[in-house]
């Protein structure tokens, strides 16, 4: 059984339902959390070694990967224009994804560096 749809039998020995755990039964928040503990204590924090330096870390690898991947295309989408395979206007679009992702690489590079 769910522990969050179904609790202990209180006095008339009928089951707690969901739309009886909002406060309608007149239980305290201490009665709850001992019925069904949750882990929003400072000290039960799930990650405790991801601190906003390696979070702006991760995120400037992840945008480093995909702002290659973008270049990449915009050669290609570059080379089909001149070839004349590709249409212009995917140059246009091409030229704005590029444009998108250099400047969310520079934020992020600028706000790893921003971190102590």
Same mark, same amino acid.
């Given at each position: /059984?769910?522990?969050?749809?179904?609790? &202990?039998?209180?006095?008339?020995? &009928?089951?707690?339902?969901?739309?009886?755990?909002?406060?309608?039964?007149? &239980?305290?928040?201490?009665?709850?959390?001992?019925?069904?503990?949750? %882990?929003?204590? %400072?000290?039960?924090?799930?990650?405790? *070694?991801?601190? $906003?330096?390696?979070? %702006?870390?991760?995120? $400037?690898?992840?945008?480093? #990967? #995909? *702002?290659?991947?973008?270049?990449?295309?915009?050669?290609? *989408?570059?080379?089909? +224009? /001149? &070839?004349? $395979?590709?249409?212009? /206007?995917?140059?246009? *679009?091409?030229?704005?994804?590029?444009? %998108?992702?250099?400047? +969310? $690489? +520079?934020?992020?590079? +600028?706000?790893?560096?921003?971190?102590?």
């Amino acid at each position: /059984m769910l522990p969050a749809l179904v609790g &202990r039998p209180d006095a008339s020995g &009928r089951h707690a339902r969901c739309c009886q755990q909002n406060g309608a039964t007149g &239980r305290t928040s201490k009665e709850w959390k001992e019925w069904f503990p949750l %882990a929003n204590d %400072a000290e039960s924090i799930h990650t405790p *070694t991801m601190s $906003l330096k390696n979070a %702006a870390l991760l995120a $400037l690898i992840g945008i480093v #990967l #995909l *702002t290659v991947l973008v270049v990449v295309g915009f050669i290609s *989408t570059v080379l089909g +224009v /001149m &070839r004349d $395979l590709i249409p212009a /206007m995917a140059l246009l *679009t091409s030229l704005v994804h590029l444009f %998108a992702s250099l400047s +969310v $690489l +520079v934020f992020f590079y +600028v706000f790893y560096q921003a971190q102590s």
